[in-house]
């Protein structure tokens, strides 16, 4: 497995566009980080659920997920499932995250997410972050959009169990559905785990990468 590691990362963008979204794509690489470098500053911008309990599990989860880390999370109140005809405000809010922001990663959902919000969202980043290293998540869905990443963050199983844990514990709103649950979350990291060579993994879409090999 090739492996290429990064200069010192000390400010993270995550954006979701619904709550949940960041802590099931990246909540493993997201606690992975923030253990072995405290202080990070991680902004998070979330496009719906503002002023509903899902905001107050957002900001619970992230401080869960982001521990030691200096967090600073907006949630918007768009409608779920609507992205696409609110796509003006969607824009204002990433761009306005970016003049707050000069982020050294950014973690967001695939370009080709089956979902219209997630894909929507993904669509903005690069307009705002055109040149900013952006890891796109997966998150697994009733349509089937899994593919073949291009990139891997390995997890212990401890981070491992430590995210399913933490994603029942405080996400009660979500508990209901039928893919919610412990088996699909370490299901998809192991199999992303054995693609790199490691029990358990996060994988993402990169779409432009420069790289820096020396003189």
Known sequence: MIRLGAERLDRIVAVGAHCDDIAIGAGGTLL???LARPGLRI???VLSGGGSEREQEEQAALAAFCPGAELHLTVHKLPDGRLP???DEAKAAVEE?????????V???????AHQDHRGLAQLIPTAFRDHLVFGYEIAKWDGDLGRPAAYQPLSPEIAERKVRLL???YPSQRHRP?????????LARIRGIECHARYAEAFAVTKLTLD???
């Open 97 to 105: 995250l970016r003049a707050a922001t000069e982020p050294d990663l």
């Open 168 to 170: 029942q514990e405080h």
């Open 179 to 187: 893919w919610y649950d412990r088996e699909a979350f370490l299901g």
């Open 32 to 34: 992975t980080m923030c």
């Open 85 to 87: 005809v609110y796509w």
């Open 107 to 113: 973690l967001a959902p695939r370009t080709d997410d």
């Open 43 to 45: 902004d998070a911008l």
């Open 213 to 215: 090999l020396g003189d």
